[in-house]
């Protein structure tokens, strides 16, 4: 199973919004680990080996705290995930302007 795109739905009045996005693509896309200075930054992906059901809810939890520790302009309210037939999961990230 593997995190393959996330999708944003932004309520609220939001300045920079662009950059926004950008900075959650990438904190969301990046497998915590890789990046050299700051190993926390990214999702953990050893998450995605659990049983579906566990992984959607372990996903969901790690996309909020890390969305609130790296990115403090916004907050996300909710997660959804979606997984199609070959296991491949969609977060579906609901945000709000901090």
Not at 21 to 46: H, K, Q, Y
Not at 47 to 58: F, G, H, K, R, T
Not at 75 to 97: C, E, H, M, R, W
Request: glycine share 6%; net charge negative.
């Amino acid at each position: 199973m593997t995190l393959k795109d996330v999708e944003f739905n932004i309520r609220g009045e939001l300045t920079q919004q662009e950059d926004i996005l950008r900075c959650l693509r990438s904190l969301i896309m990046t497998p915590a680990g890789t990046v050299p200075l700051d190993r926390e930054f990214g999702i953990d992906n050893s998450i995605l080996s659990q049983p579906i059901d566990v992984a959607e809810s372990l996903i969901a939890v790690e996309i909020v705290e890390k969305v609130a520790r790296y990115e403090p302009r916004v907050s996300a309210q909710a997660v959804s995930l979606f997984a199609d037939v070959n296991g491949q999961l969609t977060a579906k990230v609901v945000i709000t302007g901090g």
